[in-house]
């Protein structure tokens, strides 16, 4: 070829006039104009923010025949769904029934789940039964080759550090059915009972509490969670430069430790349950130090006005002194009222990552459990949606191929995953190049899964919605069908965000 004529088509491809190589082997259909331009038919369906959105209970969507000059053969269709996450169902309280305080979790695997909070008497989660004087007996506990004993609680045994002294911070408890528990005792002491969240790495488990309540994330680095000995504690992780906290910690699958603080600058977080519409993102290699902050994950701050308020917080002075000389601090005042979120969790599904949080909307006083997403821990999340009520400090974990969201309060919640039922597709295709369909695939259902990936407790592997296409001969043209059914009693359904046909 004459190195021109190369050069040309270079350019010409660089600039968009050429398709590329994987627009050539995918057909997409993914905008707005894409749902519009590319339907022959449907049912029951909106086309809205790009997506194609139910308006019942089932609804059908058939495309039009996607032409092509040569022949091609179809390799799989994917279907992808709103990442919006509303398939979420209320279950009672997960965890040990005396588990007190804002609920920490882990997942290290199959059969290997921990949740942490303060020992309490079991009265905050429900029991409320008065118990006569216990005596515990030995027990076995299949999976555990520890010596165990019967508690006081339903469903929990002592291992021998869950008989070690109480120290007055978090004590750990594992389960490998989530529904029996066996309690490993102390893993933070009094000082830092303020735990906000759990990573773990390369065989050790990172705890994070703040020091004093609301400020400066601290670390325990525990290399052992059975001995009923609180770790290695490393002291301030971050020194957060604004005032709040309550973070989140998550590793990327790099391994880069991710923290996700509240940022009480722009509101008086004294009067909004203690959160704040805007959170920061700082970022670390190993999660002990040297954290560096980026630009805010979530901000929903409304219009500053140049005032400056006031504020105080009860545990500041009280808790560190040496640090803390008064309890009074500013923001700035914004208007309108503002929405405020906080207490963060975090969890990445198939590389999209979810920040969970309490939600206290400015227009009531009801809180909830509200959500966060993003394709990727570096770019700004949008609101999801939020569920249940009270003053949550929520957790999420996923275990025994669900997703658990603790919280708190007296209600707790369970999902099977993002992915919504119920949805069927075939392909059709055109073999002769006469523009109509001579040979259809049967009806099929497709759906994602999700798995652990080793190594990692809060990163999940999912398994698209994809059906292979291989066995369909070569054609000019293709063409698809979907049947949606929505079989959920809760409020999501089956949207779909993207459809990709692979050649």
């Not at 799989?76 to 990442?83: D, F, G, L, N, W």
């Not at 603080?261 to 670390?284: F, K, M, R």
């Not at 392909?427 to 999700?450: H, L, R």
Request: glycine content about 8%.
């Amino acid at each position: 070829m004459n190195p021109s004529i190369f050069v040309s088509i270079i350019a010409l491809w660089v600039w968009g006039i050429l398709p590329s190589a994987s627009a050539q082997n995918s057909w997409t259909v993914d905008s707005q104009s894409d749902w519009f331009d590319g339907t022959a038919s449907q049912s029951h369906l909106k086309f809205q923010d790009g997506m194609a959105v139910p308006t019942g209970k089932t609804a059908t969507l058939k495309s039009k025949i996607k032409s092509f000059d040569q022949k091609r053969s179809a390799k799989s269709i994917t279907v992808t769904q709103s990442p919006a996450w509303q398939n979420w169902e209320q279950t009672d309280d997960l965890g040990p029934v005396n588990l007190g305080d804002a609920p920490v979790m882990l997942s290290l695997g199959p059969d290997n789940y921990w949740m942490f909070g303060r020992y309490g008497s079991g009265r905050k989660r429900g029991d409320t039964s008065k118990r006569p004087r216990f005596v515990p007996e030995p027990a076995t506990l299949e999976g555990f080759d520890v010596p165990l004993q019967t508690t006081q609680f339903p469903n929990q045994f002592d291992a021998p550090g869950g008989l070690k002294p109480r120290l007055g911070g978090y004590h750990a408890w594992q389960s490998k059915d989530m529904v029996n528990w066996v309690h490993h005792g102390p893993i933070t002491e009094k000082k830092s009972a303020w735990m906000t969240t759990a990573e773990y790495a390369d065989g050790q488990a990172y705890f994070y509490y703040d020091f004093p309540n609301d400020q400066d994330p601290h670390v325990y680095v525990d290399a052992d969670m059975f001995d009923g000995i609180p770790g290695d504690n490393k002291g301030m992780a971050y020194d957060d430069p604004s005032h709040g906290s309550d973070c989140a910690i998550i590793r990327d699958l790099d391994g880069k430790f991710h923290l996700i603080v509240e940022d009480w600058s722009p509101i008086n977080a004294q009067t909004h349950a203690w959160d704040s519409p805007l959170a920061a993102h700082a970022v670390s290699p190993d999660g002990i130090q040297d954290f560096k902050l980026l630009a805010p994950p979530v901000d929903q701050r409304t219009k500053p006005t140049g005032k400056t308020g006031t504020y105080k917080h009860p545990h500041w002075v009280k808790e560190n002194p040496e640090r803390f000389k008064t309890n009074v601090a500013e923001y700035e005042i914004h208007e309108p009222e503002q929405d405020a979120f906080g207490d963060w969790a975090a969890i990445s599904i198939g590389g999209r990552y979810y920040l969970f949080c309490d939600c206290d909307p400015a227009e009531s006083k009801s809180m909830s459990v509200g959500w966060f997403t993003s394709a990727s821990i570096n770019e700004k999340f949008t609101w999801c949606g939020n569920i249940g009520k009270g003053h949550p400090d929520p957790d999420i974990m996923f275990a025994e191929g669900k997703f658990y969201l603790a919280t708190q309060q007296p209600m707790d919640f369970i999902s099977p995953g993002p992915w919504v039922e119920d949805v069927q597709v075939r392909v059709g295709v055109d073999t002769d190049n006469d523009a109509a369909i001579n040979q259809w695939t049967d009806w099929a259902p497709v759906k994602e899964s999700y798995d652990y990936i080793p190594g990692f407790a809060k990163q999940v592997a999912k398994t698209p919605a994809r059906l292979d296409l291989s066995e369909l001969p070569e054609g000019f043209g293709f063409q698809f069908e979907i049947k949606i059914k929505d079989t959920t009693e809760n409020p999501s359904q089956p949207i779909l965000d993207k459809i990709e046909i692979a050649f």
